[in-house]
């Protein structure tokens, strides 16, 4: 896999999976534009990394700004995105159905389903211009093999997976492919947030998310990164409106 010509957004870089995934693709010799809300993580020792990375802080569920996230992105790679990988996203704690206020249910449609509305929606015009394109969406197994008390999280997820496939089919003839993930439980400052509220998190990630996943361990950041490569290569280049499960299993 060569990405040394290759230029990427990714979203929610500042996160645990989305790290990862933009110091991999830096590692690789792409130049990364890495959008999150707070971008504090991805400023420490990077030094190595000035001339192919830039951090642009943005609220991605806020059109005017990813407009103008999306545009800085797109000045600093040249005017040329080759790769998205949409990574952000939010947690729900485990709560009953009849306990799940609107504000809530809002918040979670809105940051991990519209957000993604808003930046595919920009990045792909800049695609358009260059006539090819790999998009990869992280959704959740979580969507496909719910748990209880996940009701909007999981909603948000089965949109996500819609959302891909719809753009796939759409986007197939710019020679645009655009695919998902879905990762199961992963090792990440998210996971603990899945818990019932005021649930001991530790307990809960070793007792009951790590003993859902029939390989016996958490999913690692590096595994997801690893899966965005692949679908972002020119390996994959006949791949297009799939949705790999990067979960050890817990699907099944
Ligand atoms: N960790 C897991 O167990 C797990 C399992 C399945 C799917 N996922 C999905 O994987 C993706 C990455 O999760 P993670 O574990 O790295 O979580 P994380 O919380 O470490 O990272 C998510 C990032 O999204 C950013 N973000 C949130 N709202 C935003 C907004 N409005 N605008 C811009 N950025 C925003 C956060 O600041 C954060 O850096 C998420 O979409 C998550 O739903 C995670």
Redesign the pocket.
């Known amino acids: 896999m060569n990405f040394k010509n290759k230029t990427v957004v990714v ?10 995934i933009t110091e991999r693709f830096l590692k690789e010799g792409a130049k990364v534009a890495a ?4 971008v504090d ?1 991805l400023e420490v020792g990077k030094e190595d990394y000035l001339s192919q990375l830039l951090a642009i ?6 059109e005017k ?1 990813v407009t103008n996230a999306i545009q800085q992105a797109a000045d600093f790679l040249g005017g040329r995105i080759s790769i998205l990988v ?6 729900q704690s485990a709560t009953p159905i009849e306990e799940v206020t609107l504000d809530e249910w809002d918040k979670l449609m ?3 389903m519209t ?1 993604l509305f808003l930046v595919n929606k920009e990045v792909v015009k800049v695609m358009k211009t260059k006539g090819s394109g790999a998009i990869t ?6 969507a496909e093999r719910p748990r209880p008390g996940l009701n909007a ?1 999981v909603t ?2 089965g949109g ?1 997976i819609s959302f891909t496939k719809a753009l796939a089919i759409e986007l197939a003839e710019f020679n645009i492919r655009v695919n998902a ?11 603990g ?2 818990s019932p509220r005021g649930g001991d998190v530790n307990k809960v990630k070793e007792e009951t ?1 790590k003993q859902s996943v029939p390989l016996g361990q ?2 690692m ?1 590096e595994d ?1 990164a690893e899966a965005v490569l692949y679908l972002s290569s020119d390996q994959a280049k006949m791949v297009t409106g799939s949705v790999l499960n990067v ?1 050890g299993g817990r699907g099944l």
């Open positions: 979203t929610g870089a500042n996160g645990g999976m989305g790290k990862v959008l999150d809300l707070h993580e802080p943005a609220n991605l569920t806020d700004q949409n990574t952000l996203g939010i947690a809105a940051v991990n957000s969406n992280i959704a959740s197994i979580a999280y948000s997820k996500a993930i879905n990762p199961g439980p992963s090792d990440t400052n998210m996971l947030k899945f998310f958490l999913v950041p997801i979960d």
